[in-house]
């Protein structure tokens, strides 16, 4: 998960509404919880009354998405999650990639391109391998390709290889400018660039560039705004992972609120108290089976 930025509601509709569900029937339930704004919040000691743990958080959740969320009755779609779910594989099958690099390629953002001698350009930056190459010359002229890039690096695209009905890896051919670099990221580099040196930048000039705009937005992360963090993390692509590694740039302790008067929350929804089944990893020879 990426952060998306603040004050964006309109790109992260039906996440934000799920949210609001789960908050409301789980998260506000649990002691230590914050609420949703000041005003609910009231003077309830949140932090004297935190008791979760992440690994007790995800028990939680994962409980409440099975045993509550997918078998109540859902207003948007008429019935619940759960046998809509049911209802829609019975008429179509749900067919997974073989391969995880194949999700990669069907995420991506499509484009159309025209491949030269010295590769494809893409927004500034040139892509280019022997693959590529021995493409072109097929060919034997320049060709429009269909390719995949995405947002979340500029090292790499997919091309489309007709012949083969496959999608090539094709690498930047720049990847000192490139490595773990998001596209977002690249295009501010690029626009800066543009300010200061012209349009024919350097990739020495660009990478000057990247590391000065690298600067500002770690700088930014530490700002004591959250809308300000949370751009900034998103510039950087901070994940998920980065919280469960306790490595979020964007925790910030809380102060501790004197003078409170304790108010327990709604108690928890019976069943969530159960043992958690284990869960087992797609691809390791086990097989699924529903909940």
């Given amino acids: 998960m990426l952060f998306c930025g603040a004050r964006t509601p309109e790109h992260k509709g039906s996440i934000e509404r799920f949210f609001r569900t789960m908050n409301q029937g789980l998260i506000h339930r649990l002691p230590g919880t914050t609420f949703s704004n000041v005003v609910e919040r009231g003077d309830y000691p949140a932090e004297n009354l935190a008791a979760i743990t992440l690994t007790d958080l995800v028990h939680l959740i994962t409980k409440w998405i099975v045993d509550i969320y997918l078998v109540r009755p859902h207003r948007g779609i008429g019935s619940t999650p759960l046998a809509k779910w049911s209802e829609l594989a019975g008429r179509r099958s749900i067919e997974l990639p073989l391969y995880p690099k194949q999700l990669e390629v069907i995420s991506g953002i499509p484009a159309k391109r025209t491949l030269f001698h010295y590769g494809i350009e893409l927004e500034g930056q040139h892509y280019n391998s022997r693959q590529l190459q021995e493409l072109r010359r097929q060919s034997g002229q320049n060709m429009v390709v269909d390719l995949k890039f995405y947002e979340h690096s500029i090292n790499f695209i997919h091309v ?79 994940d998920s992972e980065a919280v469960l590694n306790n490595k979020d740039p964007l925790a910030k302790a809380r102060k501790p609120i004197k003078e409170l008067t304790p108010e327990r929350p709604e108690s928890l929804p019976a069943g969530l108290d159960d043992v958690l089944p284990t869960l087992t990893v797609f691809g390791q020879g086990a097989q699924h089976e529903a909940d």
């Fill in 160 to 238: 489309f290889d007709p012949m083969t009905k496959e999608y090539l890896e094709v690498p930047c051919v720049d990847p000192a400018y490139a490595n773990n670099l998001p596209r977002e990221v690249h295009r501010l580099v690029r626009e800066r660039a543009k300010q200061q040196f012209g349009e024919n930048a350097s990739s020495a000039q660009m990478l000057e560039v990247r590391a000065e705009l690298e600067a500002i937005i770690e700088q930014a992360i530490k700002n004591k705004k959250m809308a300000v963090r949370k751009n900034a993390g998103g510039l950087l692509m901070q």
